[in-house]
């Protein structure tokens, strides 16, 4: 079992930037890929980015694409979600999931608690 856990989320203005991070523990192996999903109030859980285990291919939402970028450190088993020109409707509870690389809640087997973004404008 891996556990995951999100940081780096917070208030940001529109147009701002944030990085959030996914630190994996437990029994970690490099091999697993990654994805960011989030949640916003009344709606459900929608992808925003994937990234396999060796970091070598990403795939994102087309509501973020150009703006998100996901990267991965397998050395400190991390994954990273670097989001710029931030948007009030990025506002929403974003988690981090390991086991797939795809867009569906179902391939990921482990997700972390979340952590929360919200942009003003």
């Known amino acids: 079992q891996v556990q995951l856990v999100e940081s780096g989320g917070g208030l940001v203005q529109a147009g701002g930037s944030l990085r959030l991070s996914c630190a994996a523990s437990g029994r970690t192996r490099s091999n697993y890929n990654m994805g960011w999903f989030r949640q916003a109030p009344g709606k459900e859980r929608e992808f925003v980015a994937a990234?396999?285990?060796?970091?070598?291919?990403?795939y994102y939402a087309d509501s973020v694409k150009g703006r998100f970028t996901i990267s991965r450190d397998n050395a400190k088993n991390t994954v990273y979600l670097q989001m710029n020109s931030l948007k009030p409707e990025d506002t929403a509870v974003y988690y981090c999931a390991a086991g797939g690389y795809s867009s569906s809640t179902y391939d990921y087997n482990n997700w972390g608690q979340g952590t929360q973004v919200t942009v003003s404008s």
């Open positions: 990234i396999t285990w060796s970091g070598s291919m990403t």
